[in-house]
């Protein structure tokens, strides 16, 4: 009869076995349910930010999205690996688990970035709201462009990456091909060249101010109404003829 201690130590011992070959079978499921609640609480949390408010700053989740997905791929070998393990117990995770280290110090490291960015944004956004860099001086003539101001400059839509010809054209209940030739015919001016004039005029209170100096030309950028830096750099040189970084330095002094 094997005494109770040597039992209790067998059980033991079969019972990490089993779960060392067979516990992932479960993990892999569950991990794979959580990445799925995940993707579909951000794609909610995305249509709550749709319409745009000056008191919530919008969060961009693509970089979250990317990874998530690259996480997801991770399963792949996971499978690969947990099957090969039940087999041969031989067989080393160490290449999963490298996978898996790389991407959460890289989740880590942007999510410490967009952290620090949206900070940024909130105290421009408040700035923004107690110094307004530009107003309506005089009521157009055209009832058109009088709501298109009204909208973009006093309830400072352009601030809003996402709006386009079509969405405020919707807003407006007209079409938007007469909206364009409104702005071109009034403004004398492309509709995407007035948004963008609007949103280098706001980001320029912000790099002249000494407050902001140390700010990223990247929460200057978005919070200004652009959608990235690349298209903030090439818009700003167009309309100001000087990229961020220079009219600031030109500003600085």
Same mark, same amino acid.
């Given at each position: 009869?094997?005494?109770?201690? *040597?039992?209790?130590?067998?059980?033991?011992?079969?019972?990490?076995?089993?779960?060392? $070959?067979?516990?992932?079978?479960?993990? #892999?499921?569950?991990? %794979?349910?959580?990445?799925?609640?995940?993707? %579909?609480?951000?794609? !909610?949390?995305?249509?709550?930010?749709?319409?745009?408010?000056?008191?919530? /700053?919008?969060?961009?989740?693509?970089?979250?999205? #990317?990874?998530?997905?690259?996480?997801?791929?991770?399963?792949?070998?996971?499978?690969?690996?947990?099957?090969?393990?039940? /087999?041969?117990?031989?067989?080393?995770?160490?290449?999963? @688990?490298?996978?898996?280290?790389?991407?959460?110090?890289?989740?880590?490291? +942007?999510? #410490?970035?967009?952290?620090?960015?949206?900070?940024?944004? =909130?105290?421009? &956004? =408040? @700035?923004?709201?107690?110094? &307004?860099?530009?107003?309506?001086?005089?009521?157009? =003539?055209?009832?058109?462009?009088?709501?298109?101001? !009204?909208?973009?400059?006093?309830?400072?839509?352009?601030?809003?990456?996402?709006?386009?010809?079509?969405? +405020? $054209?919707?807003?407006?209940?007209?079409?938007?091909?007469?909206?364009? &030739?409104?702005?071109?015919?009034?403004?004398?001016?492309?509709?995407?060249?007035?948004?963008?004039?609007?949103?280098v005029e706001e980001a320029k209170s912000?790099?002249?101010?000494? *407050?902001?100096?140390?700010?990223?030309?990247?929460?200057?950028?978005? *919070?200004?109404?652009?959608?990235?830096?690349?298209?903030?750099?090439?818009?700003?040189?167009?309309?100001?003829?000087?990229?961020?970084?220079?009219?600031?330095?030109?500003?600085?002094?």
């Amino acid at each position: 009869m094997i005494p109770q201690t *040597e039992f209790v130590k067998s059980a033991m011992q079969g019972t990490e076995v089993f779960v060392d $070959a067979y516990g992932d079978f479960i993990n #892999i499921p569950l991990f %794979l349910f959580v990445l799925v609640v995940l993707l %579909l609480n951000i794609k !909610k949390f995305e249509q709550k930010q749709k319409k745009f408010d000056l008191e919530i /700053i919008k969060n961009r989740l693509l970089w979250l999205k #990317i990874l998530l997905f690259f996480l997801f791929i991770t399963t792949l070998p996971w499978i690969y690996f947990t099957i090969q393990y039940a /087999i041969d117990f031989e067989i080393l995770f160490l290449p999963l @688990f490298a996978m898996v280290s790389i991407i959460i110090y890289v989740l880590g490291y +942007i999510g #410490i970035y967009k952290i620090g960015v949206q900070e940024e944004r =909130k105290k421009l &956004r =408040k @700035f923004s709201k107690e110094n &307004r860099s530009f107003s309506i001086v005089e009521k157009p =003539k055209n009832e058109h462009i009088a709501s298109l101001e !009204k909208l973009l400059v006093e309830e400072r839509w352009f601030q809003d990456s996402s709006i386009t010809l079509d969405s +405020i $054209a919707n807003e407006l209940n007209i079409s938007k091909g007469h909206l364009s &030739r409104v702005v071109n015919t009034e403004l004398s001016i492309s509709f995407s060249d007035y948004i963008n004039t609007l949103r280098v005029e706001e980001a320029k209170s912000y790099l002249k101010n000494a *407050e902001f100096s140390s700010y990223t030309l990247v929460a200057i950028g978005l *919070e200004a109404g652009f959608n990235s830096k690349s298209t903030f750099n090439s818009a700003f040189k167009k309309i100001a003829g000087v990229t961020p970084s220079q009219f600031k330095r030109n500003h600085s002094n």
